[in-house]
């Protein structure tokens, strides 16, 4: 649509302006709010009412629905208008378009500062800032200015809907005071709002600084990570030059001692043409006397000389491949040289403290594995041993990075974890996950997993092969990480507490045992 059309469809068909407050009636036209008034105002002696545009009838004043989307969109193209086409002008200066200064309520007129001066000053003409939309602050139906505020229908009231009416019996409120109430709770919101943007901003900020944290720290691993493959690939580098100029040494030494072979087998071969010329020269001879008096020729077959010349032949065409091999064998030592990159101490075992396991658990002799029995072991009762199926580490972990592995696929129901040493021992609040001292991931039958703390259950999702976990602790991060050590390795879940004791691990086992494998890895030199 063109710009020309668009504007004559924001026109009021009764006053032939831009619309002022459009409203709407029940068969959809609009008009000005104003200028519905007046025209309704006139067809109320006759008791019948009509639509200007269409003519459709209405047997009661119909009730006047203020277009919302239609203003709207005479505000926006008002917007867009030179100033003086979106001025507010003296109602009663039709001569020439003068600004006005204040429009009373009352009259539903603006004024300049020459008509205000001679209008009325009575109470009930109530002056406010130039505006356009005088009609929103009387009564539809009784034409009053609103006086009167009802907070049933929560809507603003002349005197007459006070007394009479659809709001006849309600609790109203001067305006004024309704007033001051709403900005009072408006006031209260706003500082609630306020508050709570504070709050948001004050997440968002820590949230941006964990964002950096992690960074900071995937940084620094991938700066360590990208150093040690670097320092592989160098020495992996060096090792292969090392042997290939082992190799390409021996290549060169073996063609010299071949051909002085060579050059020593062709003498032999031209002495021995010259012998063997003279011998058959000696077997033509027909003289006796001649050939008897010639020396004896069988030293010229002397297997030993032949002997010793192929060994120097075998000697010389074989590489030293153990040698070779022997310089192969620095890869054992890079390899090694990884693990010691990247853990700064060597494994160290972790084992079950016999003291703490229940009356139903066995521990084996090397200490890693508890399994469970339905025979009970009636061990002494101390404040130390656990009244159910557990059992926790002697070692405990007040600072680092540490990982171990935990085989739970022989056990039916099972709990890896870790607890401080303050839990409690007995009770049914001394299970590992129902208290506020220890974490741990639950699984048993099904490939069914959850975590646990503090008695607060997290479903994990089923059919995640988990018969390996690995358990991974930063403990000044206090992160608490399980793995499932399927292929892909998948990640389960991860706790984060405010650490304040040193962490066991803790196992919890029925029908079944489950072993700690190989030690625990410290990550001292990750970032």
């Known amino acids: 649509m063109a710009s020309a059309d668009l504007r004559q469809e924001l026109d009021c068909s009764i006053c032939l302006s831009i619309y002022t407050d459009p409203v709407t009636l029940r068969c959809g036209h609009n008009f000005c709010r104003v200028c519905i008034d007046r025209v309704l105002d006139t067809q109320e002696g006759a008791g019948v009412y009509n639509c200007p545009e269409c003519r459709a009838v209405c047997q009661e004043h119909p009730a006047l629905q203020r277009n919302i989307t239609l203003c709207n969109i005479v505000g926006s193209f008002l917007s867009t208008r030179p100033d003086q086409e979106i001025g507010i002008f003296c109602t009663y200066c039709v001569d020439s378009p003068v600004p006005a200064a204040k429009s009373c309520l009352l009259c539903e007129a603006s004024l300049c500062d020459k008509h205000l001066r001679v209008h009325s000053k009575s109470a009930e003409h109530v002056l406010c800032d ?42 109203v409120e001067m305006l004024d005071e309704a007033f001051e109430t709403k900005k009072e709770k408006l006031r209260d919101i706003l500082q609630k709002l306020t508050t709570k943007r504070a709050e948001t901003e004050k997440r968002v900020q820590s949230l941006q600084e964990r964002r ?34 082992e190799i390409s040494r021996q290549e ?67 590489l030293d491949v153990g040698l070779i091999l022997g310089k192969l064998h620095k890869l054992s030592d890079i390899i090694t040289g ?64 540490h990982y171990w592995e935990v085989d739970v696929s022989k056990s039916v129901f099972w709990a890896v974890g870790m607890c401080y040493p303050s839990i409690d021992r007995r009770g049914d609040k001394s299970y590992i996950g129902d208290n506020n001292k ?19 259950v997290i479903q994990l999702p089923d059919n995640i092969p988990c018969d390996r976990v690995g358990v991974y602790l930063d403990y000044e991060a206090g992160q608490l990480s399980f793995y499932s050590l399927c292929d892909p390795i998948r990640h389960l879940y991860t706790f984060t507490a405010a650490l304040t004791e040193p962490l066991h691990a803790a196992l919890d086992v029925w029908d079944g045992c489950i072993t700690i494998c190989g030690g625990v890895r410290c990550w001292e030199k990750l970032p």
Request: charged content about 25%; some cysteine.
């Open 212 to 245: 950096r944290e992690d960074q900071g720290k995937a940084a620094g691993v991938t700066e360590t990570v990208t150093a040690l493959f670097r320092d592989i690939r160098r020495q992996l580098e060096d090792l292969e030059n090392r042997v290939q100029s």
């Open 252 to 318: 060169q030494r073996v063609p010299l001692s071949v051909s002085d072979l060579i050059q020593q087998l062709e003498i032999k071969k031209d002495e021995l043409s010259g012998k063997m010329r003279h011998i058959e020269e000696l077997c033509n001879m027909s003289d006796p006397v001649t050939v008897l008096q010639e020396p004896d020729t069988g030293d010229l077959c002397d297997t030993e000389d032949t002997e010793r010349h192929d060994n120097q032949v075998h000697g010389a065409g074989d």
């Open 338 to 401: 990884i693990n010691t990159g990247i853990y700064a101490q060597e494994d160290t075992d972790l084992l079950l403290d016999v003291t703490t396991a229940g009356n139903n658990v066995l521990i084996s002799g090397d200490r890693k594995t508890a399994s469970w029995s339905d025979i009970r072991q009636n061990h002494p009762v101390t404040p130390e041993r656990f009244e159910y199926d557990q059992v926790i580490s002697t070692r405990g972990f007040s600072s680092g990075r």
């Open 438 to 456: 220890s974490w741990c991931l639950w699984g048993g039958g099904f490939n069914h997993c959850s975590a646990r703390h503090d008695s607060k």
């Open 130 to 171: 130039p505006t356009t939309a005088l009609g929103n602050r009387k009564c539809s139906v009784h034409k009053k200015l609103f006086r009167y505020y009802c907070t049933e229908d929560a809507s603003c009231i002349c005197v007459s809907c006070s007394l009479a009416g659809k709001h006849w019996g309600h609790k």
